[in-house]
């Protein structure tokens, strides 16, 4: 709101994550089939014509049928759906699965394995028979040089990723490993995803994804396309590129009804957008390892580690001086603005950290003239008008009036003293001839993970912000005089369109 035009610079540095391009995505048969796409040959001919790497079937009796439809359509013989029962007496699987097992030889082939059954109370008593089962069949396996990935499936005797690496640990086989699922995650975990995915990495051999809703529980809102659904699949994606996995990834379309091309067609869609997203160069504002360069008019702005709210004055930010990665607008809480310098932006996506103290307000321009708002709005219901709340689109001033703000979706703002982040897909205005042919839009918005607004396009700038006069391109301003408010970990990627 209102920011003075004092113009602070930070660097932009730019870094290339590990490339999302040695990933492909291959179809997993809970899709592929409809009405009309029924057989493997049909199903491997849909997939390759929507730019499938591959697919992956279900079933053990018939390979050869399998095999010749991805070898007819240039396609990779992608993970095999199979299962284990789970009983208190015996441990069984189908007749056909060793079989199976030894008609992949020398394919690099992996077979998935669904360990039907009662989650137990505790492993330690049940988890034997399964472990000997398990082992038998990838030393099995390993005769032809086939991996076996254990699939979690909720309610299941292993329906937790944890499941699966225990029991991994305890089978000892460099052939037996695990499968991170999306679906399944959120529908029984949904938490502690990064350490989730740390701790099955060595064992990590699958990831299927697909497009969700956070917090949803029923299954037609946990499996959606790719294109769909309100959680962020890139987060699960970034984390595997930190971690440098580079391995198969499915794509889950079980129980979408409807047309297969139609569907597929849209996670492919989808896809495609992540690539953009996940391939782009990061250039980082400011972080943990201090990328900041001078400033031109630094005013107060301090770099700090361990910001947080003063126990003597809750309107107060405090930290310690030194390198850390925190940025504070001073002891005031009033001071000029940081603009990101030598270079601008189009289309982006941008992640920002940030935290307030209590009444607090900041904001976040995009181009320098569209504002996602920063306030304290903890256990607000309604604010004094719409865009005014943390998360909101702040108005544009027309005819000396507010018109135009856009209120969160919800409200999830944290209190004052607590570190928060939007996370943000930015599409700029478009000109041709110098004439707008399409309004500037916020694609995305997420508030600590929540999904606040989507394809919310904009008539003009939001009040106060560099200039009335729309760009194609424009900086990031951090706003810096109305309150006290820390920065860290802020990043922009550029977006092809």
């Given at each position: 709101?209102?920011?003075?035009?004092?113009?602070?610079?930070?660097?932009?540095?730019?870094?290339?994550?590990?490339?999302?391009?040695?990933?492909?995505?291959?179809?997993?048969?809970?899709?592929?089939?409809?009405?009309?796409?029924?057989?493997?040959?049909?199903?491997a001919a849909l997939v390759k014509d929507l730019g499938f790497a591959g697919i992956g079937f279900t079933g053990s009796s018939k390979i050869p049928e399998m095999l010749a439809?991805?070898?007819?359509?240039?396609?990779?013989?992608?993970?095999?759906?199979?299962?284990?029962?789970?009983?208190?007496?015996?441990?069984?699987?189908?007749?056909?699965?060793?079989?199976?097992?030894?008609?992949?030889?020398?394919?690099?082939?992996?077979?998935?394995?669904?360990?039907?059954?009662?989650?137990?109370?505790?492993?330690?008593?049940?988890?034997?028979?399964?472990?000997?089962?398990?082992?038998?069949?990838?030393?099995?396996?390993?005769?032809?040089?086939?991996?076996?990935?254990?699939?979690?499936?909720?309610?299941?005797?292993?329906?937790?990723?944890?499941?699966?690496?225990?029991?991994?640990k305890a089978v000892d086989r460099k052939n037996l490993g695990v499968t991170f699922n999306l679906c399944h995650f959120l529908k029984v975990d949904g938490k502690n995803l990064?350490?989730?995915?740390?701790?099955?990495?060595?064992?990590?051999?699958?990831?299927?994804?697909?497009?969700?809703?956070?917090?949803?529980?029923?299954?037609?809102?946990?499996?959606?396309?790719?294109?769909?659904?309100?959680?962020?699949?890139?987060?699960?994606?970034?984390?595997?590129?930190?971690?440098?996995?580079?391995?198969?990834?499915?794509?889950?379309?079980?129980?979408?009804?409807?047309?297969?091309?139609?569907?597929?067609s849209r996670s492919m869609k989808g896809w495609k957008a992540l690539q953009s997203r996940l391939n782009g160069d990061f250039t980082f504002l400011l972080g943990p390892n201090?990328?900041?360069?001078?400033?031109?008019?630094?005013?107060?702005?301090?770099?700090?580690?361990?910001?947080?709210?003063?126990?003597?004055?809750?309107?107060?930010?405090?930290?310690?001086?030194?390198?850390?990665?925190?940025?504070?607008?001073?002891?005031?809480?009033?001071?000029?603005?940081?603009?990101?310098?030598?270079?601008?932006?189009?289309?982006?996506?941008?992640?920002?950290?940030?935290?307030?103290?209590?009444?607090?307000?900041?904001?976040?321009?995009?181009?320098?003239?569209?504002?996602?708002?920063?306030?304290?709005?903890?256990?607000?219901?309604?604010?004094?008008?719409?865009?005014?709340?943390?998360?909101?689109?702040?108005?544009?001033?027309?005819?000396?009036?507010?018109?135009?703000?856009?209120?969160?979706?919800?409200?999830?703002?944290?209190?004052?003293?607590?570190?928060?982040?939007?996370?943000?897909?930015?599409?700029?205005?478009?000109?041709?001839?110098?004439?707008?042919?399409?309004?500037?839009?916020?694609?995305?918005?997420?508030?600590?993970?929540?999904?606040?607004?989507?394809?919310?396009?904009?008539?003009?700038?939001?009040?106060?912000?560099?200039?009335?006069?729309?760009?194609?391109?424009?900086?990031?301003?951090?706003?810096?005089?109305?309150?006290?408010?820390?920065?860290?970990?802020?990043?922009?990627?550029?977006?092809?369109?």
């Amino acid at each position: 709101m209102k920011p003075r035009l004092v113009l602070a610079l930070f660097s932009l540095v730019a870094l290339s994550p590990n490339a999302l391009g040695k990933w492909e995505l291959f179809a997993m048969d809970t899709g592929t089939r409809d009405g009309q796409t029924k057989t493997y040959e049909q199903q491997a001919a849909l997939v390759k014509d929507l730019g499938f790497a591959g697919i992956g079937f279900t079933g053990s009796s018939k390979i050869p049928e399998m095999l010749a439809a991805v070898e007819k359509h240039g396609l990779e013989f992608s993970p095999l759906y199979n299962g284990l029962q789970v009983s208190p007496d015996q441990v069984t699987h189908p007749a056909t699965l060793e079989q199976a097992i030894t008609q992949l030889a020398n394919r690099e082939a992996i077979v998935w394995l669904y360990l039907g059954g009662k989650r137990p109370a505790d492993p330690g008593k049940s988890d034997a028979p399964v472990v000997a089962k398990l082992r038998s069949l990838a030393e099995h396996a390993a005769k032809s040089q086939v991996r076996l990935a254990l699939y979690p499936h909720a309610g299941a005797y292993a329906d937790r990723i944890q499941d699966c690496v225990r029991l991994a640990k305890a089978v000892d086989r460099k052939n037996l490993g695990v499968t991170f699922n999306l679906c399944h995650f959120l529908k029984v975990d949904g938490k502690n995803l990064e350490q989730r995915l740390e701790e099955a990495l060595p064992h990590l051999f699958v990831v299927t994804i697909n497009g969700a809703d956070l917090g949803a529980q029923e299954w037609k809102a946990l499996i959606q396309p790719l294109d769909g659904g309100s959680y962020d699949v890139a987060q699960a994606l970034r984390k595997l590129q930190a971690l440098k996995w580079d391995g198969p990834i499915g794509l889950q379309h079980y129980g979408i009804r409807g047309d297969a091309r139609k569907n597929l067609s849209r996670s492919m869609k989808g896809w495609k957008a992540l690539q953009s997203r996940l391939n782009g160069d990061f250039t980082f504002l400011l972080g943990p390892n201090g990328k900041l360069r001078t400033f031109e008019k630094p005013g107060d702005w301090k770099i700090m580690s361990d910001v947080r709210l003063d126990p003597k004055n809750s309107k107060r930010l405090i930290g310690e001086e030194g390198p850390g990665g925190e940025y504070l607008n001073g002891d005031k809480g009033r001071t000029v603005h940081l603009v990101t310098g030598g270079g601008e932006f189009g289309d982006v996506e941008a992640h920002i950290e940030f935290m307030i103290s209590k009444g607090s307000n900041s904001g976040v321009y995009f181009q320098g003239r569209y504002e996602v708002q920063i306030y304290d709005s903890h256990g607000v219901a309604k604010d004094q008008y719409p865009g005014l709340e943390c998360g909101g689109i702040y108005p544009r001033w027309v005819n000396n009036k507010n018109v135009e703000g856009h209120s969160p979706r919800v409200n999830v703002s944290k209190p004052p003293g607590e570190w928060q982040e939007f996370h943000v897909i930015f599409r700029a205005p478009r000109f041709k001839e110098g004439r707008k042919i399409a309004n500037a839009r916020f694609e995305k918005v997420w508030h600590n993970g929540q999904l606040i607004h989507e394809n919310l396009e904009l008539n003009g700038p939001t009040r106060a912000g560099i200039s009335n006069n729309e760009k194609p391109t424009g900086p990031l301003l951090f706003q810096g005089d109305h309150g006290p408010i820390a920065y860290r970990n802020c990043w922009v990627v550029e977006l092809s369109e």
